[in-house]
T-cell receptor
Framework: AQTVTQSQPEMSVQEAETVTLSCTYDTSESNYYLFWYKQPPSRQMILVIRQEAYKQQNATENRFSVNFQKAAKSFSLKISDSQLGDTAMYFCAFMVGGKIIFGKGTRLHILP | GAVVSQHPSRVICKSGTSVKIECRSLDFQATTMFWYRQFPKQSLMLMATSNEGSKATYEQGVEKDKFLINHASLTLSTLTVTSAHPEDSSFYIC???????????FGQGTRLTVV
């Protein structure tokens, strides 16, 4: 079965701090894509960052970066210099075989 | 990024009636569309995958006769909740991808309340 596990249901950090959200996944496929999505209170899903499994280099998008460990099937998200607007639900997901499978999410609170 | 429009954003219907939710890709052709259901404070549960011109593929446990999905064109997919009951009340989200683009674009979601 293809699964995504996010072991941190909820996290809180002070504004400007760095926070890492963990994610592990399980698949027997070799070609797939990994994502982190953000869902703010509006519930609109917003793509934060994407990683192709065949690329060894970790993806970065401004303050957001990932630590992709393919052998360990781990895909963590690091948010640097966290801002109040980063408060949201964060979902780890992967796309394989034409499907996107989501983890249960981590609710992140950025405290002023 | 590409835009996916979902309509309506909120709908209230009476128990026993049917309600249709539309999902449109506004500036690209969506070869595949997905329908998700999200319970409060929970993750997105994939209900079905639809490819243009083909029958939808439903996930295990999803009643295909209750949740009718039509993907008649490359820009429109619809989800019809038939004979709705209060337990069908939920937040429904669609997403769409192009064949060669490995990114999904999401609609704004529809909050369905069955009374």
């Amino acid at each position: 079965a293809q699964t995504v596990t996010q072991s941190q249901p909820e996290m809180s950090v002070q504004e400007a701090e760095t926070v890492t959200l963990s994610c592990t996944y399980d698949t027997s496929e070799s070609n797939y894509y990994l994502f982190w999505y953000k869902q703010p209170p509006s519930r609109q899903m917003i793509l934060v960052i994407r990683q192709e499994a065949y690329k060894q280099q970790n993806a970065t998008e401004n303050r957001f970066s990932v630590n992709f460990q393919k052998a360990a099937k781990s895909f963590s998200l690091k948010i640097s210099d966290s801002q109040l607007g980063d408060t949201a639900m964060y979902f780890c997901a992967f796309m394989v075989g034409g499907k996107i499978i989501f983890g249960k999410g981590t609710r992140l609170h950025i405290l002023p | 990024g590409a835009v996916v429009s979902q309509h309506p954003s909120r709908v209230i219907c009476k128990s026993g009636t049917s309600v249709k939710i539309e999902c449109r890709s506004l500036d690209f052709q969506a070869t595949t569309m997905f329908w998700y259901r999200q319970f409060p404070k929970q993750s997105l549960m994939l209900m079905a995958t639809s490819n243009e011109g083909s029958k939808a593929t439903y996930e295990q446990g999803v009643e295909k006769d209750k949740f009718l999905i039509n993907h008649a064109s490359l820009t429109l997919s619809t989800l019809t909740v038939t004979s709705a009951h209060p337990e069908d009340s939920s937040f429904y989200i669609c997403s769409a991808i192009q064949g060669w683009v490995t990114e999904a674009f999401f609609g704004q979601g529809t909050r369905l309340t069955v009374v």
